[in-house]
């Protein structure tokens, strides 16, 4: 999709009784790393069920861009990797659209380069702080020789003759500083210390000892992690099957759940524990989810969900689990548009500075639609209307915001009237099929008339 789309509103209404099977797309953070480990690591990597999202192939563009080579032959991507070390610098700037993992990633995995790199985005990522993983990058010895006002895209990075290993703490609770960081380190000499006081999602981790890096984790006893990854070795190309995002899954999970006698399965989605928050919420709200055939894909965890629709109950959600369920509270937000009572998110900083301000953003859409709520510095408090009666009616504006849309739209297949997004272009950023799957199940989605 292009930066300037015209945008494209979109309606969901209240619909009959969701029924049926349905696959959801690969994970979007794990589809991202394949992009990147596979064009890095020597020799070939093959990738099944990757997500074709917008923001998975900006990935694959920038890596074919620094040497990788990157087809399609059937269902299988395969990659010829480059070698660790062996990027090229690339002759025109990086493009990642709305991709925040994708440009925050690449800049460490190009960073500690001795060449110059320049990333630049769409609206929405141009906003974003990119401080957060420029700071460890200067400490390496990286230059940012040009960056928009408050350390935002357009920029351009120059790395060092050779980069300087570093011990970095982690400031926030972010997958993507600590990867960023991880994977400066392995284009660095010496062993580079990443401590992560919260833990959060550790598919680089996992998938970089997979692709042969010498990567070691230390938990002391506040759960705090030590990461340790030895630069300048060697990586080899994988076999991958990506298994189906846990993120988008919270869509149809939660449309299943607030319309009245669905009962539908979600399969092969992803388990793994730091990114389970959404289940275990839902779960203690009293929604009915099965978790059925759990098993191991990969390396990871998977299962198929059964969910039929439910009396939800408001629950307080402890700051704690947010990073297990960071890109799932606007959807969760909508499920507590229908409980019982009032549902408290806590520990919501990190949802000022997504794809919008989603905290700010989801307050304002739930209000549009008649919807009580109360918007903290980093909290939520939504008080739910069971049956959805007299809700909806309202536009809600997106703000260039994937999950916003999704999440919307999924609250008016519930609600009494109508609700309208201003535009539904982002959502080919993480799940593409998410209309058309919508539609399968029974879901009342179309064009504003
Ligand atoms: C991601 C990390 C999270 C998440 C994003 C994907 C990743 O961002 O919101 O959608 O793949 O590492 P933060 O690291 O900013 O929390």
Request: hydrophobic fraction near 40%.
């Amino acid at each position: 999709m292009t930066h300037d789309a015209e945008p494209r509103p979109a309606v969901a209404r209240r619909s009959q009784s969701l029924k049926g099977a349905a696959r959801v797309p690969g994970d979007k953070s794990i589809s991202h790393r394949s992009f990147m480990f596979g064009g890095l690591a020597s020799g070939e990597t093959r990738i099944t069920g990757l997500l074709e999202g917008e923001d998975v192939m900006r990935t694959g563009a920038a890596m074919k861009a620094m040497g990788a080579r990157i087809e399609k032959k059937g269902d299988e991507w395969i990659i010829q990797g480059v070698g660790n070390g062996c990027l090229l610098e690339p002759q025109a700037p990086l493009d990642f659209g709305n991709a925040g993992t994708g440009s925050r990633l690449t800049m460490g995995l190009v960073g500690t380069y001795d060449m110059e790199t320049t990333f630049i985005g769409d609206a929405s990522l141009s906003g974003r702080p990119m401080g957060r993983v420029l700071e460890p990058l200067r400490q390496m010895g990286v230059q940012v020789i040009d960056a928009a006002p408050g350390d935002r895209m357009p920029l351009t990075l120059r790395g060092p003759k050779h980069a300087a290993p570093i011990t970095y703490r982690v400031p926030m609770a972010s997958a993507q500083v600590k990867s960023a960081v991880l994977l400066a380190g392995l284009n660095t000499p010496g062993v580079t210390t990443v401590i992560e006081p919260v833990m959060t999602r550790d598919h680089t981790e996992k998938m970089l000892k997979g692709f042969g890096a010498n990567l070691n984790v230390e938990t002391g006893e506040q759960g705090v992690r030590h990461i340790f990854i030895e630069g300048q070795g060697k990586l080899s190309g994988q076999t991958i099957a990506v298994p189906g995002d846990p993120s988008s899954a919270g869509f149809p999970l939660v449309a299943a759940l607030i319309v009245p006698g669905s009962d539908i399965t979600i399969e092969n989605v992803l388990m793994n524990p730091t990114r389970t928050g959404l289940l275990l919420t839902l779960q203690e709200m009293g929604g009915d989810i099965e978790v059925l055939n759990p098993r191991n894909a990969g390396g990871e965890d998977v299962a198929d969900l059964r969910v039929r629709a439910s009396d939800l109950k408001g629950v307080k959600v402890p700051a704690s689990r947010a990073p297990s369920m960071i890109d799932e509270y606007p959807v969760l937000a909508v499920a507590a548009a229908f409980a019982e009572g009032e549902t408290l998110m806590q520990g919501l900083e990190e949802l000022r500075v997504k794809e919008s301000d989603r905290l700010a953003a989801v307050a304002r859409g739930l209000e549009a639609n008649g919807i009580d709520c109360t918007e903290g510095e980093a909290t939520l408090a939504v008080r739910g209307r069971p049956g959805g009666k007299g809700l909806g009616g309202g536009t809600v504006k997106t703000h260039l915001d994937h999950r916003i849309a999704m999440s919307f739209l999924v609250l008016g297949l519930a609600t009494e009237k109508p609700v309208t997004i201003d535009d539904a272009n982002m959502i080919v950023t993480s799940f593409p099929e998410f209309m058309g799957l919508m539609e399968t199940l029974g879901a009342d989605i179309g064009q504003p008339v």
